[in-house]
């Protein structure tokens, strides 16, 4: 699996977008390509770089799971976009 995080902050934790509710999720990439891509449009949209950053399904998971983080698995046949205004 594959996540971005803020370049220069990876250490920090993955990048989330908020839900509908206000809640964090968490994008968990199954493709690397996918992940990049998402990562260009949000440098493209907010001019803020991201680092892609491989790590096993179990870990990720886990991780969400220890902080109570909402994630979702996007597989290749989904189709993810930056929202205008996710803060």
Sequence with gaps: ?????????????AYAVKDSN??????????????ERYGIQLEAKDNFG??????QDTVAIASCE?????????????????VEDND
């Design 22 to 35: 206000g809640e964090k999720v968490v994008f968990l990439f199954q493709e690397r390509d996918d992940c």
């Design 66 to 82: 220890r902080a109570k983080v909402k994630y979702t698995i996007i597989s290749p046949d989904d189709i993810v976009i930056p």
């Design 1 to 13: 699996m594959w996540i971005l995080a803020p370049k220069g902050y990876k250490d920090e934790g």
């Design 50 to 55: 991201m680092d892609v950053i491989e790590i």
